[in-house]
Nanobody, 116 residues
Framework: QVQLVESGGGLVQAGGSLRVSCAVSGSIFSINVMYWHRQAPGKQRELVASITTSGKIKYADSVKDRFTISRDNTKNMLYLQMNNLKPEDTAVYYC??????????WGQGTQVTVSS
């Protein structure tokens, strides 16, 4: 199995920065792609960023040039550095992984709130 635990959410003013983290444990070698998604109140969950094992990265247009996804394979961690945050970035942020053995795995989410 694969377990994902997010941390690092919180309250920040617009224009500020925050980094959310995701600790990965279990069958980490079965993971080929990792993602950050977010879900705002009353809205559908949306993909924010993805990173493959080879380091290929993609971002949603709404966060491009503000957010940076990265992974530290030595620490089994996934990160999302968020800069120049806007109130519309307020959401629960979820780490998830595609495992070739276990399918899609989700963390429990961490709340990010951006005040105007």
């Amino acid at each position: 199995q694969v377990q994902l635990v997010e941390s690092g959410g919180g309250l920040v003013q617009a224009g500020g920065s925050l980094r959310v983290s995701c600790a990965v444990s279990g069958s980490i070698f079965s993971i080929n792609v990792m993602y950050w998604h977010r879900q705002a109140p009353g809205k559908q969950r949306e993909l924010v960023a993805s990173i493959t094992t080879s380091g290929k990265i993609k971002y949603a247009d709404s966060v491009k040039d503000r957010f940076t996804i990265s992974r530290d394979n030595t620490k089994n961690m996934l990160y999302l550095q968020m800069n120049n945050l806007k109130p519309e970035d307020t959401a629960v942020y979820y780490c998830n992984a595609d495992s070739v053995d276990w399918g899609p795995i989700w963390g429990q989410g961490t709340q990010v709130t951006v005040s105007s």
